[in-house]
């Protein structure tokens, strides 16, 4: 009887210890920092054309219905005089689809400014669906191209697809 005892004992103390043993990895309460850890364009490259989307990415979930609503209100975009740029913070729905609980997308309302540094403001007040702030306004500096730099980007796609027909009619010819 005295052993059973043990046993059960053993068994329950072993039992509570498992509950306790999580290693915060898991996604459960386990509270972690919040932090931007990429921003990406649609165009992918180092100046941002005119009618690019930006892609924020943060380390947790910012898009939860339970946080969407004051996230919504956390990013600003400043021209180089200091002036508000007119945005549209766009968020999915992490219940849709949770590959995109981490991205958050700012599009212009209008172009961004040519040939302009533009800020964008991410406030303190930023909150995962875990609960942590973001705790400190994180800003991050992009460039638009020049108008000479998308008229070069675009005469640059004309002559490779110039050059793609060049190719396709040489080996057109040479099939005769």
Request: hydrophobic share 40%; aromatic share 6%; with cysteine.
């Amino acid at each position: 009887m005295k052993k059973i005892g043990f046993l059960m004992m053993c068994l329950v103390l072993f039992s509570s210890s498992m509950v306790f043993a999580g290693g915060g990895k898991g996604g459960g309460d386990g509270k972690s920092t919040l932090e931007l850890t990429q921003v990406t364009t649609e165009s992918g490259s180092e100046e941002v054309q005119p009618e690019d989307v930006l892609t924020l990415e943060f380390s947790n979930n910012v898009v939860n219905m339970s946080v969407k609503e004051n996230n919504m209100t956390c990013f600003s975009v400043a021209d180089s005089q200091g002036n508000p740029v007119e945005i549209e913070v766009i968020m999915g729905d992490d219940q849709v689809d949770r590959s995109i609980k981490r991205l958050v997308h700012i599009k212009p309302v209008t172009s961004w400014k040519a040939g302009e540094k533009h800020l964008v403001t991410v406030t303190k007040d930023l909150s995962g669906k875990n609960g942590v702030l973001l705790g400190k306004d994180v800003t991050y500096e992009f460039t638009v191209a020049s108008p000479a730099a998308q008229a070069s980007g675009s005469k640059m796609w004309m002559i490779g697809f110039a050059a793609i027909i060049v190719l396709a009619g040489g080996f057109a010819f040479a099939k005769k």
